[in-house]
């Protein structure tokens, strides 16, 4: 079950994602009324040149990006760095607005909940420690990959462009 503060925060990042995807604001509305599913969170970790993003190899999603469940007490935020760390070794700032925010079930047996998409940008030299067993990896955003969100390719290519032109504001 999730806290009332925990759902606070997720109405506030997701009313500051940058995309929506099923409905996921008005989703929100009504799940956060009652005793919610734990939320997810990710981190869509792009290179500076935007063209590839880091995934890891989940033993049956296939290639996501890193994420999981937010812990009881935590702010989907603090979830998503922490998932971060835990699968890449990574350290790194997130970006201020939120990426996306979607409705999902991320196993056949759960039921579907909230998950927040976090962005950040990093060095493509910058090392990576992976978890034992699910290797990590560029992928370019020109190319495919497996995974049983297919489809998170173009929701991130999505972001990458949307990140190139607020680049190019600032």
Same mark, same amino acid.
């Given at each position: 079950?999730?806290?009332?503060?925990?759902?606070?925060?997720? +109405?506030?990042?997701?009313?500051?994602?940058?995309? @929506?995807?099923?409905?996921?604001?008005?989703?929100?509305?009504?799940?956060?009324?009652?005793?919610?599913?734990?939320?997810?969170?990710?981190?869509?970790?792009?290179?500076?040149?935007?063209?590839?993003?880091?995934?890891?190899?989940?033993?049956?999603?296939?290639?996501?990006?890193?994420?999981?469940? +937010?812990?009881?007490?935590?702010?989907p935020r603090e979830g998503a760095a922490r998932e971060l760390f835990e699968e890449t070794g990574l350290?790194? @700032?997130?970006?201020?607005?939120?990426?996306? +925010?979607?409705?999902?079930?991320?196993?056949?047996?759960?039921?579907?909940?909230?998950?927040?998409?976090?962005?950040?940008?990093?060095?493509?030299?910058?090392?990576?420690?992976? @978890?034992?067993?699910?290797?990590?990896?560029?992928?370019?955003?020109?190319?495919?990959?497996?995974?049983?969100?297919?489809?998170?390719?173009?929701?991130?290519?999505?972001?990458?462009?949307?990140?190139?032109?607020?680049?190019?504001?600032h």
């Open positions: 079950m999730v806290d009332k503060r925990v759902v606070e925060a997720a +109405v506030l990042d997701a009313g500051r994602a940058v995309a @929506e995807f099923d409905g996921a604001r008005q989703w929100l509305a009504v799940a956060g009324q009652g005793p919610m599913e734990p939320l997810g969170a990710e981190v869509w970790v792009f290179d500076e040149g935007l063209a590839q993003v880091l995934l890891v190899k989940h033993p049956w999603r296939g290639w996501v990006p890193p994420g999981g469940k +937010v812990e009881f007490g935590e702010l350290r790194v @700032e997130l970006l201020d607005e939120p990426a996306a +925010v979607a409705v999902r079930s991320y196993h056949p047996k759960l039921s579907v909940t909230l998950g927040l998409s976090y962005a950040a940008v990093v060095d493509a030299v910058t090392p990576f420690v992976a @978890e034992p067993g699910q290797p990590v990896a560029w992928m370019r955003l020109d190319e495919g990959w497996e995974s049983c969100f297919p489809e998170d390719l173009t929701r991130i290519r999505q972001h990458a462009a949307w990140l190139a032109r607020w680049r190019g504001r």
